[in-house]
Nanobody, 125 residues
Framework: QVTLVESGGEFVQAGDSLTLSCTAS????????FGWFRQAPGKEREFVAA????????FYANSVKGRFTISRDNAKNTVYLQMNTLKPEDTAVYFCAARFPGPSGWTEKERYAYWGQGTQVAVSS
């Protein structure tokens, strides 16, 4: 069992930066790959970014590529999502998720076994 707790969501202005954190407890942190997903009101939960367990490869949705960066600190059992140049369309609840290692499916929410409770990000224009 892995417990994930997100933090860092805020109300910000367009163009601002924000860093979300996801702290994991339970099984060995370094075994897992992690992803960030988001869900806006009335919309499906969508993929944002992912990072393999060994940290050698990252994946990003086209809508955030070049603006968002996912990273991890194994010593702190924490995964981060650095978000720059935020836009109103980035407004959503952001979820951290953990998955077991695998060669594919990093953008698919069905591949993730553990989820946090979410943190709200609101970006005003």
């Amino acid at each position: 069992q892995v417990t994930l707790v997100e933090s860092g969501g805020e109300f910000v202005q367009a163009g601002d930066s924000l860093t979300l954190s996801c702290t994991a407890s339970g099984r060995t942190f370094s075994l897992f790959g992690f992803g960030w997903f988001r869900q806006a009101p009335g919309k499906e939960r969508e993929f944002v970014a992912a990072l393999r367990g060994d940290g050698t490869k990252t994946f990003y949705a086209n809508s955030v590529k070049g603006r968002f960066t996912i990273s991890r600190d194994n010593a702190k059992n924490t995964v981060y999502l650095q978000m720059n140049t935020l836009k109103p369309e980035d407004t959503a609840v952001y979820f951290c998720a953990a998955r077991f290692p695998g060669p594919s499916g990093w953008t698919e929410k069905e591949r993730y076994a553990y989820w946090g409770q979410g943190t709200q990000v609101a970006v005003s224009s």
